[in-house]
């Protein structure tokens, strides 16, 4: 039995975030309580253990007279924190005022309550004159004594964020590995009502989700036909059978509500796209830093579940004035960049898309949560978001795995041949092409640099027939370009989405070859596929004939301007109706022979010019780049006559004209 004995002061101290009065412990020492006066707090935390062997307890006591902090003994078993004061602190006389601090290991500090006391000043002592001496800590010992505190704190925060780093790049790197080796690979999709798919308004709306969070809560919202981890689902398994995707999504929920109701219950997946933060923006109860506090409990749970993590910034609203998302957008990149996570601007991806992608103002349509899935697979696909084929005009994907991320699917060889139009990459003086046989599809996935990148194939077909099968996004619905008139139309909201897929044939060739299809030669306007905005895009190349392949060489890109526009100069110069070429002022070259209503006939090169006189007066030049013979035309708008056509006598037959003269004159 010790025989200790103690005048012991208390309460029973809860810590929580109400009743933040301080307590009276409604008692008193005395001066001459040396070594016997001890604080004894019993410790309370509704709903959930403190977890008392992981940190530790200080007692912070301040008067007119007096500054200390002091290492207090924890009872795990009872929960309780004692501290008997030292000699110098019950010294001090008068009112107490103290506050009792948990520190983790972690450098975590959690206040548990303030409280206050009185120490009377015994007979004996009447006499104690206070001083600076007296002071049980100097503000010079405080300041270095915090100092040191505070750089261990911070390397202890610079320790922890390196370790999740380490965490997350080892996590994600594997994650990617199984899903390119064909292996199961589990996508978590983790967020609020826009992960659940809400949808309160769309006939084609289904009842609310049977299957409960975690902690046993019911879902109580309708969502739409199709969510996006549902479309992101499909997309995938295109390509990997053995993917498979779960929607951790609740209405509602903010970072703070978010973490309990899935809390307990690790879903032991490979990659966790988190998408938060638009209800926090919308009630903004939170102040910011407890937004990323928040967050930051959410990330590192899924990492320790042993889950990489991918950051989704919240999708743009169908309001246009609404700029507080946009805030919360940023914050996210930011707390990407410290987990060195990959992140995804929803702002971007979603950009262009129409009304009816909506169901109301913030949530989408069974539309728009398919086109937001079948977009975020390209991320997993091709080179994947942690070495995406970033793309721009006039740049092309060739057919190499190791290089362009392609993936072949269904009946599809690598093909090699010195008549093969691409790098030698693979054998010596030989091309490399892949071979799509009857139903062999390729999947190219990049990221657009720019807006309005017309996409086709160099494909060769050989002597068969050609059905070649390209499609956008797994066949979503597409996105609107910024400005319809970079087609050159006065006419508002002309060809102003892309077509979601397309099938070319036989006739879709150009004259570079027979069986050659490029972006540069024939483009039939009624079958363009292009990424009207910058961001991910998916392109399936799939081959519908049954009988005949199709060497497919490489997927191009080129400006839509540059190649329906700026690339008539060079094969249309101009306006075309009917038999009738419309020309405006600067000087052409054609490359074809067959230009309409010129006195030329022959498959050779010519230059044309044009020169502008008074009266609007054209006159019209035409030289043949093989011969030198040149024709001039005159026209006359004032007098709506027809164009004069008079060939020019070339220097060589000049020459010869004056000889036959001299000739004749010699003759006579």
Same mark, same amino acid.
Request: glycine share 6%; net charge negative; proline share 3%.
């Given at each position: 039995?010790?025989?200790?004995?103690?005048?012991?002061?208390?309460?029973?101290?809860?810590?929580?975030?109400?009743?933040?009065?301080?307590?009276?412990?409604?008692?008193?020492?005395?001066?001459?309580?040396?070594?016997?006066?001890?604080?004894?707090?019993?410790?309370?935390?509704?709903?959930?253990?403190?977890?008392?062997?992981?940190?530790?307890?200080? @007692?912070? @006591?301040?008067?007119?007279?007096?500054?200390?902090?002091?290492?207090?003994?924890?009872?795990?078993?009872?929960?309780?924190?004692?501290?008997?004061?030292?000699?110098?602190?019950?010294?001090?006389?008068?009112?107490?005022?103290?506050?009792?601090?948990?520190? $983790?290991?972690?450098?975590?500090?959690?206040?548990?309550?303030?409280?206050?006391?009185?120490?009377?000043?015994?007979?004996?002592?009447?006499?104690?004159?206070?001083?600076?001496?007296?002071?049980?800590?100097?503000?010079?010992?405080?300041?270095?004594?915090?100092?040191?505190?505070?750089?261990?704190? +911070?390397?202890?925060?610079?320790?922890?964020?390196?370790?999740?780093?380490?965490?997350?790049?080892?996590?994600?790197?594997?994650? !990617?590995?199984?899903?390119?080796?064909?292996?199961?690979?589990? #996508?978590?999709?983790?967020?609020?009502?826009?992960?659940?798919?809400?949808?309160? $308004?769309?006939?084609?709306?289904?009842?609310?989700?049977?299957?409960?969070?975690?902690?046993?809560?019911?879902?109580?919202?309708?969502?739409?036909?199709?969510?996006?981890?549902?479309?992101?689902?499909?997309?995938?398994?295109?390509?990997?059978?053995?993917?498979?995707?779960?929607?951790?999504? $609740?209405?509602?929920?903010?970072?703070?509500?978010?973490?309990?109701?899935?809390?307990?219950?690790?879903?032991?997946?490979?990659?966790?796209?988190?998408?938060?933060?638009?209800?926090?923006?919308?009630?903004?109860?939170?102040?910011?830093?407890?937004?990323?506090?928040?967050?930051?409990?959410?990330?590192?749970?899924?990492?320790?579940?042993?889950?990489?993590?991918?950051?989704?910034?919240?999708?743009?609203?169908?309001?246009?004035?609404?700029?507080?998302?946009?805030?919360?957008?940023?914050?996210?990149?930011?707390?990407?960049? +410290?987990?060195?996570?990959?992140?995804?601007?929803?702002?971007?991806?979603?950009?262009?898309?129409?009304?009816?992608?909506?169901?109301?103002?913030?949530?989408?349509?069974?539309?728009?949560?398919? !086109?937001?899935?079948?977009?975020?697979?390209?991320?997993?696909?091709?080179?994947?978001?942690?070495?995406?084929?970033?793309?721009?005009?006039?740049?092309?994907?060739?057919?190499?795995?190791?290089?362009?991320?392609?993936?072949?699917?269904?009946?599809?060889?690598?093909?090699?041949?010195?008549?093969?139009?691409?790098?030698?990459?693979?054998?010596?003086?030989?091309?490399?092409?892949?071979?799509?046989?009857?139903?062999?599809?390729?999947?190219?996935? !990049?990221?657009?640099?720019?807006?309005?990148?017309?996409?086709?194939?160099?494909?060769?077909?050989?002597?068969?027939?050609?059905?070649?099968?390209? %499609?956008?996004?797994?066949?979503?619905?597409?996105?609107?370009?910024?400005?319809?008139?970079?087609?050159?139309?006065?006419?508002?909201?002309?060809?102003?989405?892309?077509?979601? %897929?397309?099938?070319?044939?036989?006739?879709?060739?150009?004259?570079?070859?027979?069986?050659?299809?490029? #972006?540069?030669?024939?483009?039939?306007?009624?079958?363009? #596929?292009?990424?009207?905005?910058?961001?991910?895009?998916?392109?399936?190349?799939?081959?519908?004939?049954?009988?005949?392949?199709?060497?497919?060489?490489?997927?191009? !890109?080129?400006?839509?301007?540059?190649?329906?526009?700026?690339?008539?100069?060079?094969?249309?110069?101009?306006?075309?109706?009917?038999?009738?070429?419309?020309?405006?002022?600067?000087?052409?070259?054609?490359?074809?022979?067959?230009? #309409?209503?010129?006195?030329?006939?022959?498959?050779?090169?010519?230059?044309?010019?044009?020169?502008?006189?008074?009266?609007?007066?054209?006159?019209?030049?035409?030289?043949?780049?093989?011969?030198?013979?040149?024709?001039?035309?005159?026209?006359?708008?004032?007098? %709506?006559?027809?164009?004069?056509?008079?060939?020019?006598?070339?220097?060589?037959?000049?020459?010869?004209?004056?000889?036959?003269?001299?000739?004749?004159?010699?003759?006579?």
């Amino acid at each position: 039995m010790s025989d200790e004995v103690f005048k012991d002061l208390g309460t029973t101290l809860e810590v929580s975030t109400s009743n933040r009065a301080s307590l009276d412990l409604k008692g008193a020492f005395s001066t001459q309580d040396i070594k016997t006066a001890r604080l004894v707090f019993p410790l309370t935390k509704p709903k959930s253990e403190l977890q008392l062997d992981k940190v530790e307890a200080y @007692l912070y @006591l301040v008067s007119t007279t007096l500054k200390s902090e002091s290492k207090a003994v924890i009872d795990v078993d009872s929960a309780t924190v004692t501290y008997v004061l030292a000699d110098e602190e019950i010294k001090h006389s008068g009112k107490i005022f103290g506050e009792l601090y948990l520190r $983790y290991a972690d450098g975590r500090v959690l206040s548990a309550h303030k409280f206050h006391f009185k120490i009377d000043r015994a007979l004996i002592d009447q006499n104690v004159e206070v001083s600076a001496s007296v002071y049980n800590v100097s503000i010079e010992d405080l300041m270095e004594k915090y100092s040191s505190k505070f750089d261990l704190l +911070e390397a202890e925060l610079y320790r922890q964020l390196a370790k999740y780093r380490s965490l997350q790049q080892e996590l994600i790197s594997r994650g !990617f590995e199984k899903l390119k080796a064909g292996q199961a690979v589990k #996508i978590l999709c983790y967020g609020d009502s826009l992960t659940y798919g809400y949808d309160i $308004y769309s006939a084609d709306r289904r009842p609310a989700d049977q299957v409960p969070t975690s902690n046993g809560t019911k879902h109580v919202r309708e969502r739409a036909s199709t969510t996006y981890p549902e479309a992101l689902q499909l997309a995938l398994q295109e390509v990997y059978a053995g993917v498979t995707v779960q929607n951790w999504g $609740y209405s509602g929920d903010t970072v703070i509500t978010s973490y309990p109701h899935w809390d307990g219950i690790n879903p032991n997946a490979d990659i966790t796209l988190l998408m938060l933060g638009h209800n926090d923006s919308k009630d903004a109860k939170e102040s910011m830093s407890a937004f990323l506090a928040g967050y930051r409990k959410i990330a590192e749970r899924a990492l320790a579940w042993g889950s990489a993590i991918i950051f989704l910034t919240p999708p743009r609203q169908k309001s246009a004035t609404d700029f507080t998302v946009d805030v919360y957008s940023q914050a996210v990149m930011q707390l990407a960049k +410290e987990y060195q996570a990959p992140v995804v601007d929803m702002s971007e991806l979603t950009a262009g898309i129409a009304a009816d992608f909506y169901s109301d103002s913030v949530h989408f349509s069974a539309k728009g949560y398919n !086109f937001i899935g079948k977009k975020l697979a390209s991320i997993f696909l091709g080179k994947t978001l942690l070495n995406s084929n970033v793309v721009g005009a006039n740049d092309a994907l060739n057919v190499i795995k190791e290089i362009s991320g392609v993936q072949y699917k269904g009946n599809c060889t690598l093909g090699f041949s010195a008549y093969y139009p691409t790098e030698d990459n693979s054998e010596v003086g030989k091309g490399t092409a892949l071979v799509l046989n009857p139903q062999g599809r390729a999947y190219f996935s !990049f990221c657009a640099d720019e807006n309005n990148l017309l996409i086709l194939p160099t494909v060769f077909a050989g002597s068969g027939t050609l059905q070649l099968k390209v %499609s956008m996004d797994f066949e979503a619905e597409t996105a609107n370009n910024n400005n319809s008139y970079v087609f050159n139309t006065t006419s508002p909201r002309v060809m102003n989405k892309s077509l979601k %897929s397309t099938v070319y044939t036989t006739s879709d060739l150009n004259w570079y070859s027979a069986r050659g299809l490029h #972006i540069d030669g024939k483009i039939n306007a009624s079958k363009l #596929i292009y990424a009207a905005r910058k961001g991910y895009y998916t392109i399936c190349i799939e081959n519908l004939d049954p009988t005949y392949s199709v060497n497919l060489f490489s997927l191009e !890109f080129r400006s839509i301007s540059d190649v329906l526009f700026r690339g008539n100069y060079l094969y249309t110069l101009g306006t075309l109706s009917t038999d009738i070429l419309l020309l405006s002022a600067g000087n052409y070259e054609f490359y074809s022979s067959g230009a #309409i209503n010129m006195p030329f006939v022959n498959a050779a090169l010519v230059s044309l010019e044009i020169y502008v006189g008074g009266s609007n007066r054209k006159t019209f030049k035409v030289k043949n780049l093989v011969t030198n013979a040149t024709w001039e035309g005159a026209y006359n708008p004032a007098a %709506s006559s027809d164009i004069v056509w008079d060939r020019l006598v070339t220097a060589k037959e000049l020459e010869a004209f004056q000889a036959r003269l001299d000739n004749l004159e010699g003759a006579d």
